[in-house]
């Protein structure tokens, strides 16, 4: 059954990309039930870093299910009813207040390439296989989704993968900074969970800021609210846990942040 699976342990929270037979491929009710899940986990103050991974050790996400292009994207008004559910799905980690780290093992190509880069941070195992194939299938890419390329890749490396369509490996993704770190298989699940420990243990309300700061410079020029970024900055001036951070840091203790 395609679907997402989510989970809670402690302050990490875990949404899983399953579709086992298709190599997490995502289908349109995958696509639509992104923002839900997400919302969710935005709204649960114990969950303080957010995991997205494929379900499996093949794939992390293969793209989306070509399978239901025929059906689902076969008019104009079906393809733009499909993109929009797309494009709100990509947004989904990003509009979310709280980081998002893509666990990619294997394959992450098309839909999971453009989900990947939607998510804060990536980190990746070595057997990691990535590739943007629009060019190879005819399809338009949308200038939004080219935008978050950019934003990670800078636009050399962002041409590239597009006009060549090539597949690349984890090194190279690590040399283009799309992922932060690179592990054995074996040590992926441990590498996530110590960073996200890390994460999780700082005060939610800086994390949150400096997440939507960068975004604002990202964003253009007369999209950017620097305003509600001065705002969130403010709030953690006058924060208990600025207060609980400083008090620790005399203290010489670790600092129990309670994101107020």
Known sequence: MAELKTSIDG??????????????????????????VFGELDRNPAVRV??????????????????QFEQLRGTADAQAEYNKAVEQAYGAPT?????????IRGICIGGGLGFA???????????SVFRMPAARLGLGYGAAGVRRFMNVLGAANTTDI??????????????????SKVTAPGELDKA???????VAENAPLTVAAAKFAVQQWQNNETERDMAKAMRMVEACFASEDHK???KAFMEKRTPAFKGR
């Open 11 to 36: 302050a990490v929270a875990t949404v899983l990309f399953s579709n086992l037979p298709k190599m997490n491929a995502m289908s349109y009710d995958m696509w639509c039930a992104v923002p839900e």
């Open 50 to 67: 957010i995991v997205c991974a494929g379900d499996g050790e093949k794939a992390f996400i293969s793209g989306a299910d070509i399978s």
């Open 95 to 103: 509009t979310c207040s709280k980081p998002v780290v893509a666990r």
């Open 117 to 127: 880069a939607a998510c804060d941070l990536r980190i990746c195992s070595d057997d």
């Open 162 to 179: 597009f006009m060549s369509a090539r597949k690349f490996d984890a090194q190279e993704a690590l040399r283009m900074g799309f992922v």
């Open 192 to 198: 996530v969970a110590d960073y996200c420990k890390m």
């Open 244 to 246: 609980e951070g400083r």
